[in-house]
Nanobody, 124 residues
Framework: QVQLVESGGGSVQAGGSLRLSCATSGSTYRCMAWFRQAPGKEREAVAAIDTSIDTRRDSTFYSESASGRVTISQDKAKNTVYLQIDNLKPEDSDMYYC???????????????WGQGTQVTVSS
């Protein structure tokens, strides 16, 4: 049974940066992703990574709505996936969730294992 544990969220001022972490335990999944969700709204994909590929260019996927200020990466040795968010803006404020899927990393509907989320709050 895989467990996903997010960390790294917090309250920051606009213009700052955060690096969210998702540590996996129990099992490893090929596809790891980050989603965001505001209260009362649907969960929205941000980025995904195929952990079986080492070359970053070929292994990452970004949603159409993702800003150019986010970067997904992995540390295989630590079984951890990261989401770097730079130049934070108030509209980045949301609960961010880590997710895992077995295949088709670029298909957001394939993610079916979720962490508990980490809150990001950006003040202007």
């Amino acid at each position: 049974q895989v467990q996903l544990v997010e960390s790294g969220g917090g309250s920051v001022q606009a213009g700052g940066s955060l690096r969210l972490s998702c540590a996996t335990s129990g099992s490893t999944y090929r596809c790891m992703a980050w989603f965001r969700q505001a209260p009362g709204k649907e969960r929205e994909a941000v980025a995904a990574i195929d952990t079986s590929i080492d070359t970053r260019r070929d292994s990452t996927f970004y949603s159409e709505s993702a800003s150019g200020r986010v970067t997904i990466s992995q540390d295989k040795a630590k079984n951890t996936v990261y989401l770097q968010i730079d130049n934070l803006k108030p509209e980045d404020s949301d609960m961010y969730y880590c997710a895992a899927g077995a295949y088709a990393c670029g298909l957001w509907s394939k993610y079916n294992i979720w962490g508990q989320g980490t809150q990001v709050t950006v003040s202007s």
